[in-house]
């Protein structure tokens, strides 16, 4: 309970007056089965206010962004690495870029010692 009340005091400092939605604290005991269909009813309530609002067309278009990027860095990877093959400029490149990352690494653990 105690954390409920923890939950409470930090959504209750900031203000919600302009907002469309008001975060819920809801107590659950899943395994008891205890809140399960109050927590369900105020996902869909959100899920409603989200699609109703002019932030989801901005959510989707965030959504979409970050996963055409993940499409656009998987196909450059792919690019990148049939580029390379056969030329055994890809074995330089992944060398140096370990030798990069173990002298970062080196150096956070020097600086980290001295702090």
């Known amino acids: 309970?105690?954390?409920?009340?923890?939950?409470?005091t930090v959504l209750s400092m900031r203000d919600y007056t302009n907002e469309a939605w008001k975060p819920k604290v809801i107590s659950t005991v899943a395994n008891e089965g205890k809140g399960v269909e109050e927590l369900a009813s105020s996902n869909l309530e959100h899920h409603a206010c989200i699609?109703?609002?002019?932030?989801?067309?901005?959510i989707l278009f965030q959504r979409v962004?970050?996963?055409?990027g993940l499409v656009f860095k998987t196909e450059l990877e792919r690019l990148v690495f049939q580029g390379l093959k056969g030329t055994g400029k890809k074995k330089n490149i992944f060398r140096k870029f370990w030798m990069d990352k173990m002298i970062s690494i080196q150096s956070s653990t020097k600086n980290s010692r001295t702090s």
């Open 1 to 8: 309970m105690q954390a409920l009340r923890e939950v409470e």
């Open 51 to 58: 699609n109703q609002s002019v932030g989801a067309e901005r």
């Open 65 to 68: 962004e970050y996963e055409l």
